[in-house]
Protein backbone atom coordinates (compact mmCIF):
# COMPACT_ATOMS: atom_id res chain seq x y z
CA UNK A 1 0.00 0.00 0.00
CA UNK A 2 2.67 2.53 0.98
CA UNK A 3 4.77 1.92 -2.53
CA UNK A 4 1.32 2.50 -4.42
CA UNK A 5 0.80 5.52 -2.29
CA UNK A 6 4.51 6.78 -3.38
CA UNK A 7 4.56 5.90 -6.87
CA UNK A 8 1.24 8.01 -6.80
CA UNK A 9 2.44 10.94 -5.34
CA UNK A 10 5.16 10.91 -7.25
CA UNK A 11 3.94 11.00 -10.85
CA UNK A 12 0.84 13.40 -9.37
CA UNK A 13 3.92 15.85 -8.37
CA UNK A 14 5.82 15.09 -11.90
CA UNK A 15 2.36 15.53 -13.93
CA UNK A 16 2.26 18.88 -12.30
CA UNK A 17 4.94 20.61 -14.37
CA UNK A 18 4.48 18.24 -17.62
CA UNK A 19 1.16 18.00 -19.55
CA UNK A 20 1.50 17.13 -23.21
CA UNK A 21 -0.48 17.58 -26.25
CA UNK A 22 -3.97 19.26 -26.16
CA UNK A 23 -5.36 17.37 -22.83
CA UNK A 24 -6.56 17.79 -19.39
CA UNK A 25 -3.43 16.13 -17.62
CA UNK A 26 -3.88 14.16 -14.59
CA UNK A 27 -2.59 10.96 -13.57
CA UNK A 28 -3.69 7.13 -15.33
CA UNK A 29 -6.54 5.99 -12.72
CA UNK A 30 -5.08 2.32 -12.66
CA UNK A 31 -1.98 4.50 -10.72
CA UNK A 32 -4.39 6.51 -8.37
CA UNK A 33 -6.07 3.24 -7.95
CA UNK A 34 -3.34 0.57 -7.71
CA UNK A 35 -4.51 -1.50 -9.70
CA UNK A 36 -2.54 -4.40 -11.02
CA UNK A 37 0.53 -4.23 -13.99
CA UNK A 38 -0.64 -7.53 -15.56
CA UNK A 39 -2.37 -6.97 -18.43
CA UNK A 40 -1.84 -7.69 -22.17
CA UNK A 41 1.03 -7.13 -24.34
CA UNK A 42 1.73 -7.52 -28.03
CA UNK A 43 5.29 -7.52 -29.75
CA UNK A 44 5.57 -6.80 -33.13
CA UNK A 45 7.96 -7.58 -35.62
CA UNK A 46 11.07 -6.99 -35.66
CA UNK A 47 12.52 -3.79 -37.77
CA UNK A 48 15.42 -3.46 -39.93
CA UNK A 49 17.67 -0.17 -38.98
CA UNK A 50 20.39 -0.57 -41.38
CA UNK A 51 18.06 -1.60 -44.32
CA UNK A 52 16.61 1.98 -43.50
CA UNK A 53 19.54 3.88 -42.80
CA UNK A 54 20.61 2.88 -46.52
CA UNK A 55 17.65 3.70 -48.06
CA UNK A 56 17.75 7.28 -46.18
CA UNK A 57 21.59 7.64 -48.03
CA UNK A 58 19.71 7.37 -51.05
CA UNK A 59 17.20 9.73 -50.27
CA UNK A 60 18.48 12.00 -48.20
CA UNK A 61 17.59 15.80 -49.48
CA UNK A 62 15.72 19.28 -48.42
CA UNK A 63 12.78 18.25 -50.84
CA UNK A 64 12.20 15.05 -49.04
CA UNK A 65 10.70 14.87 -45.60
CA UNK A 66 13.05 13.64 -43.27
CA UNK A 67 12.86 10.46 -41.97
CA UNK A 68 13.11 9.35 -38.32
CA UNK A 69 10.79 6.41 -37.92
CA UNK A 70 9.29 3.66 -39.82
CA UNK A 71 5.19 2.94 -39.99
CA UNK A 72 3.91 -0.83 -38.75
CA UNK A 73 0.45 -1.77 -39.57
CA UNK A 74 -1.72 -2.86 -37.31
CA UNK A 75 -5.49 -2.82 -36.04
CA UNK A 76 -5.63 -2.46 -32.18
CA UNK A 77 -8.95 -1.79 -30.84
CA UNK A 78 -10.96 -1.71 -27.49
CA UNK A 79 -12.67 -5.17 -28.57
CA UNK A 80 -9.96 -7.09 -30.09
CA UNK A 81 -6.97 -6.38 -27.69
CA UNK A 82 -5.97 -5.46 -24.87
CA UNK A 83 -8.17 -6.25 -21.41
CA UNK A 84 -11.05 -4.52 -18.80
CA UNK A 85 -10.58 -3.72 -15.48
CA UNK A 86 -13.95 -2.81 -13.50
CA UNK A 87 -13.20 -0.50 -11.46
CA UNK A 88 -15.43 2.02 -8.81
CA UNK A 89 -17.58 4.56 -11.64
CA UNK A 90 -16.75 2.63 -14.57
CA UNK A 91 -14.21 0.49 -16.69
CA UNK A 92 -10.53 0.60 -17.46
CA UNK A 93 -8.78 -0.96 -20.73
CA UNK A 94 -5.39 -1.16 -21.12
CA UNK A 95 -2.81 -2.42 -23.78
CA UNK A 96 0.97 -2.30 -24.27
CA UNK A 97 2.62 -2.25 -27.47
CA UNK A 98 6.37 -3.39 -27.77
CA UNK A 99 8.54 -2.71 -30.72
CA UNK A 100 11.98 -4.00 -29.52
CA UNK A 101 14.76 -1.81 -29.97
CA UNK A 102 12.64 1.18 -30.79
CA UNK A 103 13.85 4.47 -29.51
CA UNK A 104 10.67 5.77 -29.39
CA UNK A 105 6.78 5.03 -30.31
CA UNK A 106 3.81 7.26 -31.80
CA UNK A 107 0.65 5.96 -32.25
CA UNK A 108 -2.36 6.80 -35.18
CA UNK A 109 -5.84 6.20 -34.96
CA UNK A 110 -8.14 5.47 -37.90
CA UNK A 111 -10.98 5.23 -35.56
CA UNK A 112 -11.30 7.93 -32.07
CA UNK A 113 -14.26 8.89 -30.68
CA UNK A 114 -14.70 9.16 -26.87
CA UNK A 115 -17.91 9.95 -25.08
CA UNK A 116 -17.82 12.56 -22.49
CA UNK A 117 -16.13 11.33 -19.38
CA UNK A 118 -13.71 9.39 -20.70
CA UNK A 119 -10.21 9.56 -20.45
CA UNK A 120 -7.26 8.23 -22.90
CA UNK A 121 -3.89 8.32 -21.52
CA UNK A 122 -0.71 6.98 -23.27
CA UNK A 123 2.67 6.42 -21.22
CA UNK A 124 5.99 4.63 -21.76
CA UNK A 125 6.94 1.74 -19.03
CA UNK A 126 8.59 4.10 -16.99
CA UNK A 127 6.11 6.78 -17.07
CA UNK A 128 9.14 9.44 -18.30
CA UNK A 129 6.56 10.36 -21.23
CA UNK A 130 2.89 10.49 -20.00
CA UNK A 131 0.47 11.76 -22.60
CA UNK A 132 -2.73 12.68 -22.16
CA UNK A 133 -5.69 12.65 -20.68
CA UNK A 134 -7.67 13.03 -23.79
CA UNK A 135 -11.09 13.21 -23.58
CA UNK A 136 -14.45 13.97 -25.92
CA UNK A 137 -12.59 17.84 -26.44
CA UNK A 138 -10.64 16.03 -28.72
CA UNK A 139 -12.71 14.82 -31.24
CA UNK A 140 -12.31 15.59 -34.56
CA UNK A 141 -15.05 15.91 -37.51
CA UNK A 142 -12.50 12.96 -39.31
CA UNK A 143 -13.03 10.93 -36.07
CA UNK A 144 -9.23 9.84 -36.50
CA UNK A 145 -6.13 11.03 -34.26
CA UNK A 146 -2.48 10.82 -33.37
CA UNK A 147 -0.60 10.97 -30.30
CA UNK A 148 3.25 12.38 -29.97
CA UNK A 149 6.76 10.09 -29.36
CA UNK A 150 6.58 8.30 -26.11
CA UNK A 151 9.94 7.17 -24.73
CA UNK A 152 11.49 3.57 -25.57
CA UNK A 153 10.51 0.67 -27.23
CA UNK A 154 6.73 0.03 -25.07
CA UNK A 155 3.78 2.10 -24.89
CA UNK A 156 0.98 1.59 -23.01
CA UNK A 157 -2.42 2.30 -23.65
CA UNK A 158 -4.99 3.23 -20.51
CA UNK A 159 -8.22 4.21 -21.35
CA UNK A 160 -10.82 5.21 -18.79
CA UNK A 161 -14.66 4.99 -19.12
CA UNK A 162 -17.94 5.66 -16.81
CA UNK A 163 -21.26 3.49 -16.77
CA UNK A 164 -23.50 4.76 -18.48
CA UNK A 165 -22.10 7.05 -21.22
CA UNK A 166 -24.59 8.25 -24.45
CA UNK A 167 -22.16 6.24 -26.25
CA UNK A 168 -19.77 3.52 -25.79
CA UNK A 169 -16.09 5.19 -27.18
CA UNK A 170 -14.15 3.90 -30.26
CA UNK A 171 -10.41 4.03 -30.28
CA UNK A 172 -8.29 2.33 -33.15
CA UNK A 173 -4.71 2.57 -33.61
CA UNK A 174 -3.85 1.45 -37.30
CA UNK A 175 -0.04 2.82 -37.51
CA UNK A 176 2.60 2.21 -34.77
CA UNK A 177 5.17 4.33 -35.60
CA UNK A 178 9.18 2.75 -34.83
CA UNK A 179 11.64 4.87 -34.43
CA UNK A 180 14.71 4.13 -35.64
CA UNK A 181 16.84 7.22 -35.16
CA UNK A 182 17.32 8.88 -31.90
CA UNK A 183 15.51 12.19 -31.93
CA UNK A 184 13.57 12.97 -29.28
CA UNK A 185 14.56 11.37 -25.61
CA UNK A 186 18.70 10.73 -26.65
CA UNK A 187 20.19 11.84 -23.52
CA UNK A 188 23.50 11.80 -24.78
CA UNK A 189 23.03 12.85 -28.18
CA UNK A 190 24.29 16.66 -27.21
CA UNK A 191 21.15 18.22 -29.47
CA UNK A 192 23.87 18.80 -31.87
CA UNK A 193 22.99 16.42 -35.06
CA UNK A 194 22.62 18.61 -37.42
CA UNK A 195 25.75 20.51 -39.05
CA UNK A 196 28.25 22.23 -36.41
CA UNK A 197 27.60 25.75 -38.27
CA UNK A 198 24.06 25.73 -37.25
CA UNK A 199 23.29 28.26 -34.60
CA UNK A 200 20.42 27.45 -31.81
CA UNK A 201 17.58 30.17 -32.07
CA UNK A 202 18.12 31.31 -27.98
CA UNK A 203 21.88 32.62 -28.14
CA UNK A 204 21.52 36.32 -26.70
CA UNK A 205 22.78 37.57 -30.21
CA UNK A 206 19.57 36.79 -31.71
CA UNK A 207 17.12 37.79 -29.33
CA UNK A 208 15.28 40.48 -31.82
CA UNK A 209 14.09 37.11 -33.62
CA UNK A 210 12.52 35.63 -30.13
CA UNK A 211 9.17 36.52 -31.69
CA UNK A 212 9.62 34.94 -35.17
CA UNK A 213 11.16 31.60 -33.09
CA UNK A 214 7.86 31.29 -31.25
CA UNK A 215 5.69 30.92 -34.41
CA UNK A 216 8.01 28.06 -35.69
CA UNK A 217 7.22 24.20 -35.03
CA UNK A 218 8.52 20.68 -36.19
CA UNK A 219 6.22 18.42 -37.82
CA UNK A 220 5.47 15.02 -37.42
CA UNK A 221 4.36 14.10 -41.19
CA UNK A 222 4.22 11.00 -43.62
CA UNK A 223 1.50 8.95 -41.05
CA UNK A 224 3.87 9.99 -38.15
CA UNK A 225 7.24 8.96 -39.74
CA UNK A 226 9.01 12.10 -41.40
CA UNK A 227 9.64 15.62 -40.25
CA UNK A 228 9.29 19.15 -41.59
CA UNK A 229 8.99 22.86 -40.59
CA UNK A 230 6.56 25.51 -40.84
CA UNK A 231 4.51 28.20 -39.26
CA UNK A 232 1.78 29.88 -37.67
CA UNK A 233 0.91 33.23 -39.54
CA UNK A 234 -1.21 35.85 -39.02
CA UNK A 235 -3.90 36.62 -41.68
CA UNK A 236 -5.59 40.31 -42.27
CA UNK A 237 -8.59 40.07 -39.86
CA UNK A 238 -5.99 38.92 -37.19
CA UNK A 239 -8.48 36.84 -35.44
CA UNK A 240 -5.76 34.28 -34.23
CA UNK A 241 -7.14 31.79 -36.94
CA UNK A 242 -4.03 29.12 -36.75
CA UNK A 243 -3.37 29.39 -40.29
CA UNK A 244 0.17 27.36 -40.43
CA UNK A 245 2.54 27.66 -43.55
CA UNK A 246 5.02 24.96 -44.65
CA UNK A 247 5.72 23.12 -47.87
CA UNK A 248 3.82 21.48 -50.69
CA UNK A 249 6.08 18.48 -50.66
CA UNK A 250 5.40 17.92 -46.63
CA UNK A 251 2.54 17.30 -47.49
CA UNK A 252 0.27 13.83 -46.86
CA UNK A 253 -2.19 12.30 -43.59
CA UNK A 254 -2.52 16.19 -42.90
CA UNK A 255 -5.27 15.31 -40.84
CA UNK A 256 -2.68 13.02 -38.28
CA UNK A 257 -0.27 15.70 -38.08
CA UNK A 258 1.58 16.25 -34.89
CA UNK A 259 2.70 19.88 -34.89
CA UNK A 260 5.75 20.53 -32.21
CA UNK A 261 6.19 23.97 -30.81
CA UNK A 262 8.88 25.25 -28.49
CA UNK A 263 11.38 22.44 -29.16
CA UNK A 264 14.34 24.04 -28.28
CA UNK A 265 17.70 24.59 -26.25
CA UNK A 266 16.82 26.81 -23.65
CA UNK A 267 20.10 28.97 -24.24
CA UNK A 268 22.69 28.99 -26.75
CA UNK A 269 24.34 25.39 -25.76
CA UNK A 270 23.16 22.28 -26.87
CA UNK A 271 20.61 21.09 -24.75
CA UNK A 272 17.32 19.16 -24.40
CA UNK A 273 14.22 21.20 -25.58
CA UNK A 274 10.69 20.29 -24.52
CA UNK A 275 8.81 17.72 -26.49
CA UNK A 276 4.92 18.27 -25.04
CA UNK A 277 3.78 21.55 -26.75
CA UNK A 278 2.22 19.80 -28.95
CA UNK A 279 -1.04 20.04 -31.32
CA UNK A 280 -2.64 17.36 -33.16
CA UNK A 281 -4.71 17.96 -36.96
CA UNK A 282 -4.84 19.89 -39.21
CA UNK A 283 -6.93 20.46 -42.67
CA UNK A 284 -5.34 21.38 -45.89
CA UNK A 285 -6.75 24.75 -47.81
CA UNK A 286 -4.57 25.55 -50.15
CA UNK A 287 -1.37 24.27 -51.73
CA UNK A 288 0.46 24.58 -55.13
CA UNK A 289 3.68 22.79 -56.66
CA UNK A 290 4.82 25.72 -58.60
CA UNK A 291 5.96 27.63 -55.62
CA UNK A 292 5.59 24.35 -53.43
CA UNK A 293 3.47 25.80 -50.69
CA UNK A 294 0.64 24.63 -48.67
CA UNK A 295 -2.01 26.31 -45.81
CA UNK A 296 -3.22 24.55 -43.45
CA UNK A 297 -5.50 25.22 -40.48
CA UNK A 298 -4.92 23.53 -37.38
CA UNK A 299 -7.47 21.55 -35.96
CA UNK A 300 -6.48 22.29 -32.09
CA UNK A 301 -5.79 25.98 -31.16
CA UNK A 302 -2.27 26.66 -29.12
CA UNK A 303 -2.93 27.08 -25.87
CA UNK A 304 -2.02 30.37 -24.23
CA UNK A 305 0.32 28.69 -22.86
CA UNK A 306 3.07 27.94 -25.40
CA UNK A 307 3.45 31.62 -25.71
CA UNK A 308 2.69 31.38 -29.51
CA UNK A 309 3.49 33.73 -32.16
CA UNK A 310 1.65 33.92 -36.06
CA UNK A 311 4.52 35.62 -38.01
CA UNK A 312 3.81 38.17 -39.76
CA UNK A 313 4.89 38.07 -44.23
CA UNK A 314 5.24 40.40 -47.32
CA UNK A 315 3.31 39.40 -50.33
CA UNK A 316 5.64 41.85 -52.76
CA UNK A 317 7.68 40.71 -55.42
CA UNK A 318 11.10 42.44 -53.67
CA UNK A 319 14.06 40.69 -52.91
CA UNK A 320 14.48 39.93 -49.41
CA UNK A 321 17.55 41.82 -48.10
CA UNK A 322 19.80 39.66 -45.42
CA UNK A 323 17.16 36.86 -45.20
CA UNK A 324 16.73 34.64 -42.34
CA UNK A 325 15.71 31.33 -41.88
CA UNK A 326 14.34 29.50 -38.38
CA UNK A 327 14.47 26.29 -38.58
CA UNK A 328 14.51 22.40 -37.76
CA UNK A 329 17.61 20.69 -39.21
CA UNK A 330 18.08 16.47 -39.26
CA UNK A 331 15.28 16.82 -36.27
CA UNK A 332 17.31 19.12 -34.22
CA UNK A 333 16.39 21.55 -31.93
CA UNK A 334 15.07 24.63 -33.15
CA UNK A 335 18.23 26.66 -35.51
CA UNK A 336 18.41 30.05 -37.26
CA UNK A 337 20.49 31.18 -40.07
CA UNK A 338 21.38 34.21 -41.56
CA UNK A 339 22.03 35.68 -45.21
CA UNK A 340 23.92 39.01 -45.28
CA UNK A 341 23.26 39.58 -48.83
CA UNK A 342 20.00 39.95 -50.60
CA UNK A 343 17.52 37.14 -52.09
CA UNK A 344 17.78 36.25 -55.74
CA UNK A 345 14.38 35.91 -57.66
CA UNK A 346 14.79 32.20 -59.64
CA UNK A 347 12.87 28.83 -59.82
CA UNK A 348 12.97 25.30 -58.57
CA UNK A 349 13.12 24.71 -62.37
CA UNK A 350 14.15 26.94 -64.44
CA UNK A 351 14.16 30.57 -63.67
CA UNK A 352 10.47 31.23 -63.56
CA UNK A 353 10.88 33.45 -60.53
CA UNK A 354 8.71 31.47 -58.63
CA UNK A 355 11.13 31.21 -56.25
CA UNK A 356 13.97 32.99 -54.01
CA UNK A 357 17.13 31.75 -53.96
CA UNK A 358 19.67 32.05 -51.09
CA UNK A 359 23.12 31.97 -53.05
CA UNK A 360 25.41 31.69 -49.85
CA UNK A 361 24.14 31.51 -46.31
CA UNK A 362 27.19 33.57 -44.27
CA UNK A 363 25.67 31.90 -40.51
CA UNK A 364 24.47 28.69 -40.66
CA UNK A 365 22.48 26.22 -43.21
CA UNK A 366 19.56 24.31 -43.62
CA UNK A 367 19.49 20.40 -44.03
CA UNK A 368 16.34 17.77 -44.40
CA UNK A 369 14.35 18.39 -41.64
CA UNK A 370 14.58 22.17 -42.65
CA UNK A 371 11.84 21.71 -45.56
CA UNK A 372 9.05 23.96 -45.17
CA UNK A 373 10.54 26.61 -42.71
CA UNK A 374 9.92 30.05 -43.17
CA UNK A 375 12.46 33.23 -44.68
CA UNK A 376 11.68 36.18 -42.91
CA UNK A 377 12.97 39.76 -44.51
CA UNK A 378 14.90 42.54 -42.26
CA UNK A 379 11.26 43.42 -41.48
CA UNK A 380 10.73 40.00 -39.60
CA UNK A 381 8.45 39.11 -42.17
CA UNK A 382 8.02 35.62 -44.18
CA UNK A 383 9.14 35.91 -47.86
CA UNK A 384 8.88 31.77 -48.54
CA UNK A 385 9.27 28.92 -47.30
CA UNK A 386 11.97 26.11 -48.10
CA UNK A 387 11.63 23.76 -50.83
CA UNK A 388 15.03 22.49 -51.35
CA UNK A 389 18.78 22.96 -52.01
CA UNK A 390 22.45 21.99 -51.88
CA UNK A 391 23.40 23.84 -48.52
CA UNK A 392 25.36 22.35 -45.88
CA UNK A 393 27.68 23.16 -43.45
CA UNK A 394 30.94 22.91 -46.04
CA UNK A 395 29.08 23.58 -49.47
CA UNK A 396 26.82 26.54 -48.23
CA UNK A 397 25.20 27.49 -51.31
CA UNK A 398 21.56 27.63 -53.34
CA UNK A 399 18.82 26.88 -51.11
CA UNK A 400 15.74 27.78 -53.10
CA UNK A 401 12.12 29.07 -51.09
CA UNK A 402 8.68 29.15 -52.88
CA UNK A 403 7.92 33.19 -52.78
CA UNK A 404 4.87 34.06 -50.60
CA UNK A 405 4.44 37.03 -53.26
CA UNK A 406 3.70 33.64 -56.22
CA UNK A 407 1.68 31.69 -53.36
CA UNK A 408 -0.28 34.49 -52.64
CA UNK A 409 -2.31 34.58 -56.37
CA UNK A 410 -2.41 30.42 -56.00
CA UNK A 411 -5.19 30.90 -53.60
CA UNK A 412 -2.65 32.00 -50.17
CA UNK A 413 -4.50 35.61 -50.30
CA UNK A 414 -8.07 34.29 -50.12
CA UNK A 415 -7.22 32.88 -46.12
CA UNK A 416 -4.64 35.36 -45.12
CA UNK A 417 -6.52 38.18 -46.87
CA UNK A 418 -10.15 36.86 -46.88
CA UNK A 419 -12.20 40.54 -47.26
CA UNK A 420 -9.89 41.34 -50.47
CA UNK A 421 -8.66 44.51 -48.65
CA UNK A 422 -5.29 44.23 -50.50
CA UNK A 423 -3.02 44.91 -48.62
CA UNK A 424 0.23 43.15 -48.90
CA UNK A 425 2.46 43.43 -45.71
CA UNK A 426 1.30 42.42 -42.30
CA UNK A 427 3.92 42.15 -38.66
CA UNK A 428 3.05 39.38 -37.25
CA UNK A 429 1.45 39.20 -33.24
CA UNK A 430 1.59 36.88 -30.51
CA UNK A 431 -1.45 35.04 -29.80
CA UNK A 432 -2.46 37.14 -26.73
CA UNK A 433 -1.74 40.21 -28.18
CA UNK A 434 -5.61 41.77 -29.55
CA UNK A 435 -5.81 43.07 -32.99
CA UNK A 436 -5.39 46.88 -34.07
CA UNK A 437 -8.98 48.37 -33.88
CA UNK A 438 -8.28 50.77 -36.31
CA UNK A 439 -6.91 48.13 -39.31
CA UNK A 440 -9.44 45.45 -38.05
CA UNK A 441 -12.88 48.50 -38.38
CA UNK A 442 -11.54 50.02 -41.88
CA UNK A 443 -10.31 46.80 -43.40
CA UNK A 444 -12.97 46.51 -46.02
CA UNK A 445 -12.00 50.62 -46.93
CA UNK A 446 -8.36 49.78 -47.19
Known amino acids: MYKTFTKFALITLLLTQLFSQVSTGGVPKSIQLGLSTAYPSVVLPQVDKIALLAEDKIEMAKDIPYRFGTPIEVQYNLNNSGSWDDVTGGRIWRLSI ?15 LLPEGSKLYVYDEDMNTVL ?37 GEIQVNSVVHAYRDIFFNENRGYGDSGSCNNNVNCTEFINWEAEVRSVAMILTSGGSRLCTGSLVNNVRQDLTPYFLTANHCLGGDSSWVFMFQYESAGCSNQDGPTYMTVQGSTLLNNASTSDYALLRLDETPPESYEIHYAGWSAENTAPVNP ?11 KITFDYDTGISDGWSGNDG ?26 HRIVGQLHGGEAYCAYNVNDYYGKVSTSWNLGLKNYLDPDNTGLMLLDGMDAVDLPDPELTHNASGI
Open 354 to 379: SHWRVADWEDGTTEPGSSGSPLFDAN
Open 324 to 334: VGIHHPSGDIK
Open 132 to 168: GAFTNENNKPHETFSTSPTKGDITILEYFEPYNVSFP
Open 98 to 112: KSENAYSINLLYDRY
